[in-house]
């Protein structure tokens, strides 16, 4: 059911994260045709915690038209280089998941079989070993760097750390501006079409009614729309992530302050540190059928490197995903459509790629059933190839010590993902699908991170001689050196650029 003159009026359910971003992206891209009406409550909240993101996020920012430093100046932001994971295949193990390459490739080979050959000839160092990001973290450098020298080596690829709060202030503001009106209010009831049982409109409870042709909603775990009135079913995937909880809580600033996030494992889960400009993120993510809630509160307090501000907050989630994601004249972004576990920051990437899919197949005049299935075909392969990359950190283990990651190293997996690790582990190749969000450098470092060392390599690695492989090998190393030697510190690059006045 549309008004006379097409879909002109959207309404946009939740101010989180999702809701801004979404009238943030409409009011940008769509605000000449579209009324865009907001609606949220003070009185519920936000799920208050979303910090750490992927590079993706550089492409909102810029078709929003943001810039950078302000925009780190007013959420309290920092730089981040990767993940660094910790205890995740074996306790005492370590690696970083970096959003760069590592190396560099040569002709059509990529250069981790070259590390590989070298490996297997005696070679004891790491992949990281050659990694522009990993020697920049170590030392807890950053600057802006498109180019290694004068290589052809790509420079730092990096995403940020703000502060979720003042992310969805910053959000609301650029949408407020572009004409976005904010409803304040809880929603009470939602008025159907008689006939064809598309969402009409939606009753606050302070009597006002919001009428809308679209609707999206961004209620949070709650789903109201989709989930509760339109009865969208619920895949529950707590088989493969069987994380359903976190205990939240910030502690004081670190120093020198590190350029990328840390994924410490626990032994039912693991906790998140994210530096920011004014404090530090932390949070426990757990399975509540193998550690109580106090006992996680005890174990992410006990672990904090600076000091806790608050007591931690505790919050439920379930992972898996929406049957669909648009049903009738409503789609849900955000944790309403469900929840990829946060373990490699995808949350916020998801409601991005999300928003720009609706925009790209939003309806002028009437909803074709056509744009809601290829909506909902491509967004269910999106979770599917995230849910693959994060089982791959649980099950990919050697750990054995807990009952919890006993569970996780002899569950079944999906067989997408089975493939791809025998794949890798015969001979460092990866079935990458081309429309992966992962990049190929980013399934070499977990792979080998999680203990996945390819038997062989591509034979094409084999055109250099011996020598010259040595060679290149250590011209790689030196050429890093020189580079990372150049950059500031972290601290120092937020410092002159885009330090917040009240950090
Ligand atoms: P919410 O923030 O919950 O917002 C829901 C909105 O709906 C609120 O404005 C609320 O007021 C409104 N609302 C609800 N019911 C009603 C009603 N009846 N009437 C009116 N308004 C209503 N993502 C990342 O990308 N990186 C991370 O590092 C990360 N870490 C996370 C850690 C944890 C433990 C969890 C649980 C999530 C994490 N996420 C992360 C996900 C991220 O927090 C969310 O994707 C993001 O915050 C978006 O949330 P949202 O806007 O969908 O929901």
New binding site residues.
């Given amino acids: 059911m549309t008004s006379e003159t097409g879909i002109k009026r959207l309404v946009i359910?939740?101010?989180?994260?999702?809701?801004?971003i979404a009238a943030a992206a409409f009011a940008r891209l769509l605000g000449e045709r579209l009324e865009i009406a907001l609606?949220?409550?003070?009185?519920?909240?936000?799920?208050?915690?979303?910090?750490?993101?992927?590079p993706q996020i550089i492409r909102l920012n810029t078709i929003l038209g943001f810039d950078e430093h302000d925009f780190l100046r007013q959420t309290f932001g920092t730089f981040k280089l990767g993940i660094e994971f910790v205890d995740w295949s074996a306790r005492g193990s370590r690696y970083l998941h970096t959003f760069g390459d590592t190396g560099l490739n040569l002709g059509n080979v990529a250069f981790h079989h070259y590390w590989r050959r070298h490996a297997m000839q005696g070679g004891s160092e790491s992949l990281w070993h050659y990694s522009l990001h990993q020697l920049a973290a170590d030392q807890a450098k950053f600057a802006k760097l498109e180019r290694v020298g004068n290589t052809s080596m790509t420079g730092l690829a990096y995403a940020y750390h703000f502060d979720?709060t003042l992310y969805?202030r910053y959000l609301r503001n650029y949408a407020e501006t572009r004409g976005v009106t904010r409803h304040e209010?809880?929603?009470?009831t939602v008025e159907r079409a008689a006939e064809s049982g598309d969402i009409a409109a939606i009753m606050?409870?302070n009597d006002r009614r919001i009428a809308g042709d679209f609707f999206i909603d961004?209620?949070?775990?709650?789903s109201?729309l989709l989930g509760h009135e339109l009865e969208v079913g619920y895949q529950d995937w707590s088989h493969w992530l069987p994380c359903n909880r976190?205990q939240?809580v910030p502690s004081r600033r670190i120093d020198p302050l590190p350029p990328f996030?840390r994924a410490t494992a626990r032994r039912a889960g693991w906790q998140?540190r994210?530096p920011l400009q004014h404090r530090t993120?932390n949070?426990h993510?757990y399975c509540s059928e193998f550690i109580s809630d106090d006992e996680a509160a005890e174990v992410l307090l006990a672990n904090l490197d600076t000091e806790a501000l608050d007591d931690p907050r505790p919050?439920r989630?379930t992972t898996g995903r929406r049957e669909q994601f648009w049903a009738h004249n409503c789609v849900a972004?955000?944790?309403?459509?469900g929840?990829l576990?946060?373990l490699e920051?995808?949350?916020?990437?998801?409601?991005q790629s999300n928003i720009s899919r609706l925009i790209e197949l939003f309806p002028r005049d009437r909803i074709n059933a056509a744009d809601r299935e290829e909506y909902n075909r491509r967004t269910i392969r999106e979770f599917e190839q995230i849910r693959d990359f994060l089982i791959l950190h649980y099950h990919r283990t050697d750990r054995e010590d807990t009952e919890f990651w006993r569970y996780c190293k002899h569950m079944s997996v999906p067989d997408s993902l089975t493939h791809k690790i025998e794949l890798f582990g015969s001979g460092g190749r990866l079935g990458r699908d081309v429309d992966d969000l992962f990049r190929e450098a980013s399934w070499v470092q977990v792979m080998l991170g999680q203990g996945v060392t390819p038997a062989d390599y591509n034979p094409m690695a084999d055109q250099l001689s011996n020598a010259q492989l040595g060679q290149f090998l250590g011209d790689l190393r030196k050429i890093i050196e020189k580079a990372v030697a150049g950059l500031p510190s972290h601290a120092d690059y937020i410092a002159q650029h885009c330090a917040a006045t009240n950090a």
């Fill in positions: 359910v939740g101010g989180g994260t999702a809701g801004w609606v949220e409550s003070d009185a519920i909240g936000t799920v208050g915690v979303g910090e750490a993101t992927i979720a969805a209010g809880i929603v009470q606050l409870d961004c209620t949070g775990f709650r109201l976190a939240a996030t998140w994210i993120g949070g993510v919050i989630f972004i955000g944790l309403s459509s929840f576990e946060p920051s995808t949350s916020i990437h998801l409601i």
